[in-house]
T-cell receptor, first 116, second 112 residues
């Protein structure tokens, strides 16, 4: 399967600041990456689909101006949480599709965001 | 996304026991996936199922794609302490819709 990294693994920021999270596909060129959000003891919630070279597709209820996604290359997608507030504190996880096609998704290790 | 019903919500296991969990959906999926997530980490893919009726094994894990395409189960045989964690089922429609819909998860804990 694909190997996916995320950076940073943990970030603490002050309310009102912006935070950028990187998702890298280390051994696979991913035309599509996905961004998820997970609250404690809850399941994963898809936020957006990140498409290389084009605009991301956001799920209903996810503010695109709040969560900026850039997929500038086949190995890197970034999620920027703009003007972060405490309610944005969460576990953010990205995934990429596997080499066999879109059926399998391989996940990164996640980024824990805490907004004070 | 679609709503998946995963059960049980939690279970306690004793080493050596067999464990079973399942997922059902009101809609048809063309792919079922099972993941395991340890605390503070991303989900790890355990088994992928692509055809209705398919039965697939990965070591002590066995999963089946229900014949109606609306359900799937995962069995863990002869459980060991490192089997603890949260197990998620996920369904995918395919045919240009590659998003995953996740179940709520099954938390597996070792019985003291």
């Amino acid at each position: 399967g694909a190997v996916v990294s995320q950076h940073p693994s943990r970030v603490i920021c002050k309310s009102g600041t912006s935070v950028k999270i990187e998702c890298r596909s280390l051994d696979f060129q991913a035309t599509t990456m996905f961004w998820y959000r997970q609250f404690p003891k809850k399941s994963l919630m898809l936020m957006a689909t990140s498409n290389e070279g084009s605009k991301a597709t956001y799920e209903q209820g996810v503010e695109k101006d709040k969560f900026l996604i850039n997929h500038a290359s086949l190995t890197l997608s970034t999620l920027t949480v703009t003007s972060a507030h405490p309610e944005d504190s969460s576990f953010y996880i990205c995934s990429v599709t596997g080499t066999s096609g879109y059926n399998e998704q391989f996940f990164g290790p996640g980024t824990r965001l805490t907004v004070l | 996304g679609q709503q998946l019903n995963q059960s049980p919500q939690s279970m306690f296991i004793q080493e050596g026991e067999d464990v079973s969990m399942n997922c059902t959906s009101s809609s048809i999926f063309n792919t079922w996936l099972w993941y395991k997530q340890d605390p503070g980490e991303g989900p790890v893919l355990l088994i992928a199922l692509y055809k209705a009726g398919e039965l697939t094994s990965n070591g002590r894990l066995t999963a089946q794609f229900g014949i109606t395409r609306k359900d799937s189960f995962l069995n863990i045989s002869a459980s060991i302490p490192s089997d603890v964690g949260i197990y998620f089922c996920a369904g995918q429609l395919g045919s240009n819709d590659y998003k995953l819909s996740f179940g709520a998860g099954t938390t597996v804990t070792v019985r003291a």
